[in-house]
């Protein structure tokens, strides 16, 4: 457990400005002194529970965010699903709070069913080119675009033109749910 704590400090510092806040900040917010926080993010002072809680309240973050164990192994090996003609591969872990996958899509002559799902999705395009129904929308999307949208509005994907598709998609834990976790997903050996 010591070395898990020894971090903590480099982590909620990091946390901290990515907000933008200063150790006043954080520390008025808190209900510490900033010399405290100070201390408690240069190693100086062991981290508690006491001092913890009020910190990951304001900073919006858990626990388990700044104390964790050290990774053994960085790699992802998760195995990779086809479905429904779609080669879905995992690039974050299981219980990472961002869904990360390569999913390549096949060329169809109709688009899928519009579905709609809380939550929101990114898409990167790698190769190939995208088809996004969105709502009323209709693009095409090519290497190098990306979108954003409210997976409230009814979409839809599949590759445009005669080849598949792979696009890099970010689901939160709504979208990776419907994506990902269907009672037809089969795990492949790729």
């Not at 009020?54 to 388990?64: A, H, K, Y």
């Not at 445009?160 to 890099?168: D, E, F, I, R, Y």
Request: zero cysteines; aromatic letters at 4%; a neutral charge.
């Amino acid at each position: 457990m010591h070395d898990e704590l020894a971090e903590v400090g480099a982590r909620l510092r990091t946390v901290r400005l990515a907000r933008g806040w200063t150790l006043d900040d954080l520390a008025s917010r808190s209900g510490m002194s900033a010399s405290t926080l100070s201390r408690l993010e240069s190693g100086k002072r062991q981290a508690t529970l006491g001092l913890l809680l009020p910190l990951t309240r304001q900073l919006g973050v858990r626990i388990d965010d700044l104390v964790r164990p050290p990774s053994t192994d960085p790699r992802v090996r998760r195995p990779t699903i086809r479905r429904d003609g779609l080669i879905i591969a995992p690039l974050a872990p299981e219980d990472s709070p961002i869904h990360t996958y390569k999913i390549t899509y096949p060329p169809l002559r109709e688009l899928p069913d519009l579905r709609v799902h809380d939550g929101y999705e990114w898409v990167y395009v790698l190769t190939g080119r995208l088809r996004l129904r969105l709502g009323e929308q209709d693009v095409v999307m090519g290497r190098g675009e990306a979108a954003e949208f409210d997976t409230a509005i009814p979409h839809a994907m599949s590759a445009a033109g005669g080849k598949p598709a792979s696009v890099l998609s970010i689901f939160n834990d709504a979208g990776a749910r419907m994506h990902i976790h269907s009672p037809s997903a089969v795990p492949g050996d790729d």
